[in-house]
């Protein structure tokens, strides 16, 4: 068990819907981050908040936003769903903004668009 | 912009013999390299890391990484694989840019260990 815990496990919804990703992250851990895992195009880095603020973004669109809370869990909010954001969908979470650290994963969020 | 190529999707092996999954980098700055290792079903787990110092690197379950910095590479070998040893294996880079830093990820390497 990583620590990282993220919710739901599954979730399925139609085209054009809008759906929230939670994850709570390793207890005292301020970083985390997002990533989405698809077979076309593997792991991709999403975004990344520290201590309840933006740090650094990747590879998301625009109809995609995440925000971290005061209590450091985070949501992925995910609007106008396409066939194509049928993914895994995991959090990440670490201690410091070190580019050393560690991330330690969640199991994941599979969503499927249909 | 950094990136990593891991050069096989899929490694098939028997039982006991040895492995080597191929992982290279490019980066313009220093980096820190990983392997995470991803059981069906579940998240990714570290399975070792370099940093810095000494460039082979172990984990507790037998794997090793050696980095080579001038063929900008990170392979993962393992003397002996078991069974349980099957799972996608990913290398990813890590730098230091700007006050944070990104992970960076191959698309992975397939381990497929049968008796």
């Known amino acids: 068990d990583s620590g990282v815990t993220q919710t739901p496990k599954h979730l399925i919804t139609a085209t054009g819907q809008r759906v929230t990703l939670r994850c709570s992250p390793r207890?005292?851990?301020?970083?985390v981050y997002w990533y989405q895992q698809s077979l076309d195009q593997g792991l991709q880095f999403l975004i990344q908040?520290?201590?309840?603020?933006?740090?650094a973004k990747g590879n998301i669109l625009e109809r995609f936003s995440a925000q971290q809370f005061p209590d450091l869990h985070s949501e992925l909010n995910l609007s106008s769903l396409e066939l194509g954001d049928s993914a895994l969908y995991f959090c990440?979470?670490?201690?410091?903004?070190?580019?050393?650290?560690?991330?330690?994963f969640g199991a994941g969020t599979r969503l499927s668009v249909l | 912009a950094q990136s990593v190529t891991q050069l096989d999707s899929q490694v098939p092996v028997f039982e006991e013999a040895p492995v080597e999954l191929r992982c290279n980098y490019s980066?313009?700055?220093?980096?820190?390299l990983f392997w995470y290792v991803q059981y069906p079903n579940q998240g990714l787990q570290l399975l070792l890391k370099?940093?810095?110092?000494?460039?082979l690197v172990e984990s507790i379950n037998g794997f090793e990484a050696e980095f080579n910095k001038s063929q900008t590479s990170f392979h993962l070998r393992k003397p002996s694989v078991h069974i349980s040893d099957t799972a996608e294996y990913f290398c990813?880079?890590?730098?230091?840019?700007?006050?944070?830093?990104?992970?960076?990820f191959g698309k992975g390497t397939m381990l497929l260990v049968s008796p």
């Open positions: 990440a979470s670490s201690g410091t903004l070190g580019g050393g650290d560690i991330q330690y």
């Open positions: 207890s005292g851990d301020l970083s």
């Open positions: 908040y520290y201590n309840g603020e933006e740090r």
């Open positions: 980066s313009s700055v220093s980096v820190y």
């Open positions: 370099y940093l810095s110092g000494s460039t």
């Open positions: 990813a880079v890590s730098d230091w840019n700007s006050g944070y830093s990104t992970l960076t």
